[in-house]
Each structure stands twice: as structure tokens, then as C-alpha cells.
């Protein structure tokens, strides 16, 4: 059964799979950064108004399965999340080392919807780890 979310005049339930990578799929997800990935984008989203329902660090790219309410669209959302947390991660993690500036996510993302196979969905984003030799996760508990 579904989960159904509501606002004022709506009742909704969105969810999306989204993949971002690093500005030149750098395979900087490692130690320090790699821990306080998870942290920085729990932080936003609850900022936002965004549900974190399930992620997965990679050494090279970041899975995230995202509720994200109607009144604010994937593409805002995305830009709110990859702008915030690229001055966080220069702010905190980097000490402000312009290698690239404060860019730090590729530009663009990959965005699809989870309709009825939303467990399948959470279970290949948890499974990331058997499928690639990465290691670690966003800490959602």
C-alpha cells in the first residue's frame, strides 16, 4: 500500500531515482568526504521540504531516492542540492581549494520516476555496493 503525503489541496506520492556525479567523474568519494556526503544532502533536503528515503555513495557517482513534494520541481530541487552542497563540501570539506573553482558536481543529473516498483528501486540503490567495488553508504538511519 502506498504512502500517500498531503498538502493543502493535494495528495501526492512522487518519488525519483536520481544519479549525480562529480565534475569530471573523479573518483573523489573517499575517507572524510565520502562520510559526510550523506550528512550534508540529509541536511538540504530536510531544508527543502525533500524526503532522503535511500542512498548510496559511490566512489564516483551518488544514488538517491528522493520524495519531492508537487510544489517544487526536479529540476529546482536538483539545482538547490548540487548548488548547496558544492559550497558546503568547499566550505567544510575542501578548505575552500580552487581546483575547480566552487563547482563540484558535473553539470546535469539522471532523473526517473518510481512508480509501483519502488522496493526494487531502494533495493538496487542499497545493492550498489555488491554491484561496484565501492563501499560506504549515505547513513539515512
Same mark, same amino acid.
Given at each position: 500500500m502506498?504512502?500517500?503525503?498531503?498538502?493543502a489541496?493535494?495528495?501526492?506520492? *512522487?518519488?525519483?531515482h536520481?544519479?549525480?556525479?562529480?565534475?569530471?567523474?573523479?573518483?573523489? *568519494?573517499? +575517507?572524510?568526504l565520502? $562520510?559526510r556526503? +550523506?550528512?550534508?544532502?540529509?541536511?538540504?533536503? $530536510?531544508?527543502r521540504?525533500?524526503?532522503?528515503?535511500?542512498?548510496?555513495c559511490?566512489?564516483?557517482?551518488?544514488?538517491?531516492?528522493?520524495s519531492?513534494p508537487?510544489? *517544487?520541481?526536479v529540476?529546482h %530541487?536538483?539545482?538547490?542540492?548540487? =548548488?548547496?552542497?558544492?559550497?558546503?563540501?568547499?566550505r567544510?570539506?575542501?578548505?575552500?581549494?580552487r581546483? %575547480?573553482?566552487?563547482h *563540484?558536481?558535473?553539470i546535469?543529473?539522471?532523473?526517473? %520516476?518510481? =512508480?509501483?516498483?519502488?522496493?526494487?528501486? $531502494?533495493?538496487?540503490?542499497?545493492d550498489?555496493?555488491?554491484?561496484?567495488? +565501492?563501499q560506504?553508504?549515505?547513513?539515512?538511519?
Amino acid at each position: 500500500m502506498h504512502d500517500w503525503q498531503s498538502l493543502a489541496h493535494v495528495r501526492w506520492d *512522487f518519488k525519483y531515482h536520481v544519479v549525480i556525479i562529480p565534475k569530471y567523474r573523479q573518483k573523489v *568519494f573517499y +575517507g572524510k568526504l565520502r $562520510r559526510r556526503i +550523506g550528512p550534508i544532502l540529509r541536511e538540504l533536503c $530536510r531544508q527543502r521540504g525533500v524526503e532522503l528515503l535511500e542512498g548510496q555513495c559511490m566512489p564516483d557517482h551518488v544514488h538517491m531516492c528522493l520524495s519531492i513534494p508537487p510544489k *517544487f520541481s526536479v529540476a529546482h %530541487t536538483m539545482g538547490f542540492l548540487k =548548488g548547496k552542497s558544492a559550497v558546503r563540501i568547499h566550505r567544510e570539506l575542501m578548505g575552500y581549494r580552487r581546483m %575547480t573553482g566552487l563547482h *563540484f558536481w558535473a553539470i546535469g543529473y539522471c532523473v526517473s %520516476t518510481i =512508480g509501483l516498483d519502488e522496493e526494487q528501486i $531502494r533495493k538496487y540503490i542499497r545493492d550498489q555496493e555488491k554491484l561496484d567495488d +565501492g563501499q560506504g553508504d549515505l547513513d539515512l538511519k
